[in-house]
Each structure stands twice: as structure tokens, then as C-alpha cells.
């Protein structure tokens, strides 16, 4: 893969260091047979940085370092494991974060507490987000261009309140009208 920048040089993007990633089904990215902690201790290695800021973070998305850094991902539930996933893209402070579903099986809560988070460090540091998402909650709450895909194309592309306002193509329409049956106060996202 290679980032493309007006004006600059063309390079090679590093996974972890210019890009992070949390996957919708964090089980299937940790090993099983590796703690908490040690994930964190190799992220920490490659990138030069101390674990006790990955112990801060946890915190931030709403989990105690004393309580899971020395669990295993199968003693933990999708929403711990989800919620360490995108700890440990946060501590690689990449500049940029590819989120798959990354609000998968957290409650109402603990997702609004990390879209708050990406908020902020979107505001605060320039964090730039692709998120992947059928959850249109996320996307008023976070996005500014949206891309409807559907079958693998791109249908439909534009600023979110246009989006919304009115949506062209049957798959966004679909979405929007879907979205606003539960969360009719969005309809002036």
C-alpha cells in the first residue's frame, strides 16, 4: 500500500505506525495464547513507547489495566476484547485508523464513550478515521463525506447532511430511512 500526499513524496505506509486497524471481530486478531499484556508489550516495543500510556487508554475506553492486561482474549467478552483492540490502535498513535465496525458489541454506554473518544482526538489531533459501518449513529455522529457502498461499489458519495437531506441511490436511501425509524431527531444531521 502506498499514501499518496499533494506535494510530498510518495512512500511506503508502515501498518502500526502510519496505520492502525481495529477489526469488527477483535477475537480473530489476538493470539490465544498471549495476554493482554503482552500484546501491548509488542506493540510497545515496535513503536518506541512506554506501556504505562496503553494502561492510561484503557482507561479511556472503560477498562481497568489491573483487571484484563494479564487476560487472555478467551477470558474476556467481545466488548473487552473490542474495546483493547481499539486501545491498542490508540497507543500505536498512528496518524490515521482503518475501524471496521469498530462499536461491535458494545452497549449503548461504552459506545457512546468511545465515539467521544474518536471525537475528541479527531478535534485535538487530526486523527484521521476511515470507519466501516452500517450503523448510520456513527456516521451522524462522526463522519463528514460519507461512500454508500453496496455489492463492493461505491453508489452514492457526499457530505453527510446531504446524505441525509436527500439521499439519491436506493442503498442510501434504504440506510437513511432505516436510521431515522429509530432516531427520527437525526433527520437534520
Known sequence: MVVVREGQETRPVRRGRDVATILQNPRSAFNPLRTLRAHAEETARAIGADIRRFEVLLGEVGLEAGGVLDL???QMSGGML????????????????????????????????????????IRERGLGVLFVTHDMGVVVRLAETVHVVEAGRIVESGPVERLFAAPRHPATMRLVSAHLALYPEDAGA
Open 82 to 121: 473490542q474495546r483493547a483492540m481499539i486501545a491498542l490502535a490508540l497507543f500505536s498513535s498512528a496518524p490515521f485508523i482503518v475501524a471496521d465496525e469498530p462499536t461491535t458489541d458494545l452497549d449503548l454506554v461504552v459506545q457512546a464513550r468511545i465515539l467521544d473518544l474518536f471525537a475528541g482526538l
Open 72 to 74: 487472555y482474549a478467551f
